[in-house]
Nanobody, 124 residues
Framework: QVQLAESGGGLVQAGGSLRLPCAAS????????MGWFRRAPGKEHEFVAA????????SYLDSVKGRFTISRDNAKNSVYLQMNSLKPEDTAVYYC?????????????????WGQGTQVTVSS
């Protein structure tokens, strides 16, 4: 069983940065891949980034490549999303999620545990 809790959201101006930590409880954290998704108002859940269990491979949504970085610290049971050069279109609730396996995946069905989400608002 893994329980996830995101933090670090807030209001930032366009061009600014935020770092979203996600703290995980449970013994299985280091064996599973982790992902970040987001949901903007009126839109579907959208994959943002994912990382394998050992951090050796990552995957990103095309529109965030070069701006966002996903990382993890298995010793701290945490995964992070560093967001730079933020744009108003990045405004959304951001969720971290635990994968059913060790791999990276952009498909929501491949994730079985979700956090409550943290709001990120980027003003123009």
């Amino acid at each position: 069983q893994v329980q996830l809790a995101e933090s670090g959201g807030g209001l930032v101006q366009a061009g600014g940065s935020l770092r979203l930590p996600c703290a995980a409880s449970g013994r299985t954290f280091s064996s599973v891949g982790m992902g970040w998704f987001r949901r903007a108002p009126g839109k579907e859940h959208e994959f943002v980034a994912a990382i394998t269990n050992n951090g050796g491979q990552t995957s990103y949504l095309d529109s965030v490549k070069g701006r966002f970085t996903i990382s993890r610290d298995n010793a701290k049971n945490s995964v992070y999303l560093q967001m730079n050069s933020l744009k108003p279109e990045d405004t959304a609730v951001y969720y971290c999620a635990a994968s059913r396996g060790s791999w990276v995946s952009s498909g929501q069905d491949n994730y079985w545990a979700w956090g409550q989400g943290t709001q990120v608002t980027v003003s123009s």
